[in-house]
Every structure is written in structure tokens, then in C-alpha cells.
């Protein structure tokens, strides 16, 4: 190293003979402890940049399963859409209300007698659609159960299976009864 900082100090005059040398040895000394004992210098700079990449990367990861959960999302809605939409019955305005409960709310549609006869039984089934309804058929609304629940306002069939426990089984409900 003929030609190192400590050389080119010494020449301009900087530091004297006695001060490089001694720089020389303490900077020896140290490597040959760091040998010896192992001991890892610890670079802060490094070590900042080091742990200022991991959280980068980890909020990468968290932006990245946002999106993809997004998109999925809306792939899903999207699917439920197309089945809505090519399945749905006419209802034409019936001239028989159908009352349902979507969430907390009694809401009414009009059907026709036939649909307003099959709702009750189960074979039809009431999907919310942005903000209306539309009436499907439950074999539908099992397909979209699958993708999202809170899309089917109303089955019958989902409410007869849950209610196996029901007390009031015993008693008959007129054909002809309505609310």
C-alpha cells in the first residue's frame, strides 16, 4: 500500500510518522480481535437500511393481498351479477304481494300467484341486486350462496333446514293464508 490515505497524509504533512503508525496498529488490533472473538462490528447504517427495506417489503405485501383480496372481491360480486341477472324471473308487477324480511326491514315485492306459490315452498328464492330485488331460482341461489351469503334476501329453503328445532311444527298452516 504504497500509496494509501495514511501515505498521502504523511506526504502533504497532516500527521506525523509516530501518529500513522500508531493508527496502523490500533487498526490491526482490532481486526485481530474481530478474528479472535468473532465479534461482528455492527454497521448502523446498514442495519437501518436493512430494517427500513423489511418494513418496505412487508407493507408491499400487506398493499399486495389488499388488492388481490379487492379483486376477488369484485370478481365475485361479478359472478353474482351474471347469475342474478340471467336467471332472474319476469314478475311483470303480480297482482299478490310477497312480504320478507331483509335484515331488519318487512319489504314487499309484487309476484304473480304462481311465483308468489313457489316462493313459499322453497323452489324460488328473493336476491338483492344493488337496490332492488329479484326473484331466482333456489337452485341459483345456492350457486350464489356459495360466493355470498348476504346477496339472498330471502329462501325458504335455508329457513326450513335451520329451523329443525321449530315448536311450532306441530301445528298446520292454512294453504290459503296470507300476510
Given at each position: 500500500m504504497a500509496n494509501s490515505f495514511g501515505d498521502q497524509f504523511l506526504k502533504a504533512g497532516l500527521v506525523n510518522k509516530t501518529r500513522l503508525n500508531k493508527a496502523k496498529k490500533s487498526k490491526i488490533r482490532q481486526q485481530k480481535q474481530k478474528n479472535k472473538?468473532?465479534?461482528e462490528v455492527v454497521d448502523e447504517a446498514a442495519l437501518a437500511a436493512?430494517?427500513?427495506a423489511a418494513e418496505q417489503t412487508a407493507r408491499d405485501r400487506e398493499l399486495n393481498r389488499q388488492l388481490k383480496e379487492e379483486v376477488e372481491r369484485k370478481a365475485?360480486?361479478?359472478q353474482v351479477?351474471?347469475?342474478?341477472?340471467m336467471n332472474r324471473l319476469?314478475?311483470?308487477?303480480?297482482?299478490v304481494g310477497?312480504?320478507?324480511q331483509d335484515g331488519t326491514a318487512i319489504r314487499k315485492i309484487f309476484v304473480s300467484e304462481a311465483v308468489h306459490d313457489k316462493l313459499g315452498r322453497g323452489l324460488l328464492a328473493i336476491a338483492r341486486l344493488d337496490d332492488r330485488y329479484e326473484v331466482?331460482?333456489?337452485v341459483v341461489a345456492e350457486k350464489i350462496m356459495l360466493r355470498d351469503e348476504s346477496c339472498i334476501v330471502s329462501n325458504a329453503t335455508t329457513r326450513l333446514e335451520s329451523g329443525e328445532d321449530d315448536p311450532y311444527a306441530d301445528y298446520k298452516v292454512p294453504d290459503d293464508l296470507m300476510w
Open positions: 472473538q468473532k465479534i436493512r430494517q427500513a365475485v360480486q361479478a351479477r351474471q347469475l342474478v341477472e319476469p314478475r311483470d308487477d303480480g297482482d310477497y312480504n320478507f331466482i331460482p333456489s
